[in-house]
Nanobody
Framework: VQLQASGGGLVQPGGSLRLSCVVS????????MAWFRQPAGKEREFVAA????????FARDSVKGRFTISRDSAKNTVYLQMNSLKPEDTAVYYC??????????????????WGQGTQVTVSS
């Protein structure tokens, strides 16, 4: 499985960005796709996840109502729509693929495949 992330950039507080992660390689119907982020000087943290097979989604509390994870099966792409961005959302964002169980979904150790990071900076 290969992952290619894109869509980061500089945005003002309150603005929006959409990140994309194109997935290629072996069939991934059984995979969970996730977005993680790593603020400068901090550990990587879970943002949101989507089960490819049934499109069930999960998100960390601090982004609920602002971020939406979705997929386009025809394009083999997972998106992270980020609205009402805050300075604390500034981080390098990574997409990941794996087969975690529900209890490990928020752990980066549960994901075997990673895309390169894309920088998101929220600043005025």
């Amino acid at each position: 499985v290969q992952l290619q992330a894109s869509g980061g950039g500089l945005v003002q507080p309150g603005g929006s960005l959409r990140l994309s992660c194109v997935v290629s390689g072996r069939p991934f119907n059984g995979y969970t796709m996730a977005w993680f982020r790593q603020p400068a000087g901090k550990e990587r943290e879970f943002v949101a996840a989507l089960k490819w097979g049934n499109s069930n989604t999960f998100a960390r509390d601090s982004v609920k109502g602002r971020f939406t994870i979705s997929r386009d099966s025809a394009k083999n792409t997972v998106y992270l729509q980020m609205n009402s961005l805050k300075p604390e959302d500034t981080a390098v964002y990574y997409c990941a693929a794996g087969t975690p169980i529900t209890s490990t979904m928020r752990s980066d150790k549960a994901y075997a495949y990673w895309g390169q990071g894309t920088q998101v900076t929220v600043s005025s």
